[in-house]
């Protein structure tokens, strides 16, 4: 496929590859911030392949991990209604809340649809003038601007039977947070491409100078994540701390205006639970006022339910780059993909579940690759 | 979450007061909303993300950092044959 096989070539890599190894002196940390970043990387093994002074870790970039639990207990609260046709992307149905998954409330007889696009919601709706379809709006900016669209849709063709239970999260607070925590590691960023399609890199301009990191704009590839991995080591060998756009086939400075127009029309920034992490603030997008009767949240009275997080998991600091998923005595044990404890193990783009996936949990993870 | 996949816009029609587009991902055609990206035309190619494109693949800009990555091989070549070194292949 264009724009694709090409950035998964050996020999390309390889230079890339030649290239760091030629720029790097020091051991620096970079993180790469989005979980396709993440899943690409441990896939291919890229953070095994760069020299030994890099360490890539793993960032908060995966929107079905860090959904917080209670936002999960609210879905299930609500797809278990007789009335209701509960639509998700299909990542969102098997991550656990405190009593089973989406497929399990399926199992017992909810109507719960996997969508490809939230559009395909309205479809349902007016397909099913009786019942309340609500459509669990998760997601980083990437995601923003097609949910947006489903609300304003929804109410632009006045269809009344459809609502939304919006979850969405934005990446520049995530990695302020990261980068005022006392402990942080990070030195620079592998920038989230997709995020950026959407929202430019102008407000990354600002975290770079005053943090003094470099962000290089990073797509999903191998080839890309090399690239940007390059980026960011010049920059750090040579003292920079700018946002710099390896990523430029997809991603422009100011990004796609049309899509910011929509997401400020339809959600307002709020405070917002990172699962694993907690309370960080205004990292997330809600309704806006004039979108109210669309809120899922507001219509069902769920806003109210709480729940407490398994105290054994570390996805809190592997999130924050400060463990490696291999650090955790439950990882591949106790907490596997079929049984997870926390946030970085419950979608194949957490970190955890990547380094399960690919056999991490078999074999002494980086002594055996970088022999 | 986050994945965009680049394919081939065929075709552009109206559908319920939404411009949508036919999209070709190397054979596989998949409709994709085209509100966000009114300058795309049939033959452009797109990001896509559930259903939506998100941006204009800049093919400008491709074949810009390609040749660029092609040019550090020569680079490595040149300097090899000045060293009578290379780099080992991973």
């Known amino acids: 496929m264009k724009y694709l096989d090409e950035y998964r070539d050996q020999r390309m890599a390889a230079r890339i590859l030649g290239e760091i190894r030629r720029t790097v002196t020091k051991p620096w940390v970079i993180m790469e911030v989005c979980g396709g970043q993440t899943h690409s990387i441990v896939k291919y093994g890229l953070d095994y392949l760069v020299p030994e002074p890099i360490e890539l870790v793993h960032g908060p970039g995966c929107p079905v991990c860090v959904t917080p639990l209670e936002m999960i207990d609210r879905a299930h609260a609500i797809a278990r209604r007789p009335d209701v046709i509960f639509c998700s992307f299909g990542d969102m149905l098997r991550v656990p809340g405190s009593r089973g998954d989406l497929f399990q409330c399926r199992a017992e007889g909810a109507d719960i649809r996997i969508v490809y696009s939230p559009l395909e919601c309205l479809k349902i709706a007016r397909a099913n003038p009786g019942k309340k379809v609500v459509f669990f709006a998760i997601g980083f900016e990437t995601t923003a601007p097609a949910n947006a669209m489903a609300v304003w849709q929804a109410q632009t063709q006045c269809i009344r039977n459809f609502s939304a239970l919006v979850s969405h999260v934005r990446v520049p607070p995530s990695i302020t947070s990261i980068l005022q925590s006392p402990a942080n590691r990070v030195q620079a960023f592998l920038g989230p491409g997709h995020v950026c399609a959407v929202m430019g890199y102008r407000e990354y301009e600002p975290i770079a100078a005053r943090y003094r990191v470099p962000i290089a704009i990073t797509g999903f590839e191998p080839v890309d994540l090399l690239e940007g991995t390059l980026a960011a080591v010049r920059q750090l060998e040579q003292g920079r701390y700018e946002v710099e756009n390896p990523y430029a086939r997809a991603v422009t400075r100011d990004g796609n205006i049309e899509a910011q127009k929509m997401i400020s029309r339809v959600f307002q920034i709020c405070d917002r639970s990172w699962r694993g992490i907690g309370i960080i603030p205004k990292s997330g997008y809600r309704l806006s006022y004039e979108f109210r009767d669309y809120d899922a949240e507001r219509i069902f009275e769920v806003e109210s339910i709480r729940t407490q997080e398994p105290p054994v998991c570390i996805s809190g600091q592997v999130l924050k780059g400060l463990k490696k998923p291999n650090d955790c005595p439950a990882f591949g044990t106790q907490c596997t993909p079929q049984t997870p404890l926390g946030a970085t193990m419950v979608s194949a783009e957490g970190a955890c579940a990547a380094y399960y996936n690919y056999g991490r949990h078999l074999t002494p993870a980086n002594s055996m690759a970088r022999a | ?90």
């Open chain 2, 1 to 90: 979450m986050c994945l965009a996949i680049p394919g081939k816009i065929t075709d552009i029609q109206e559908s319920g007061g939404i411009r949508m587009a036919k999209v070709d991902f190397g054979g596989v055609i998949r409709q994709a909303c085209l509100e966000y990206l009114p300058e795309a035309a049939v033959g452009n190619y797109v990001m896509v993300h559930v259903g939506f494109a998100i941006s204009k693949v800049d093919e400008e800009e491709a074949a810009r950092t390609y040749h660029y990555l092609q040019e550090l091989d020569q680079l490595r070549e040149l300097q090899a044959a000045e060293t009578g070194g290379g780099d080992e292949i991973p």
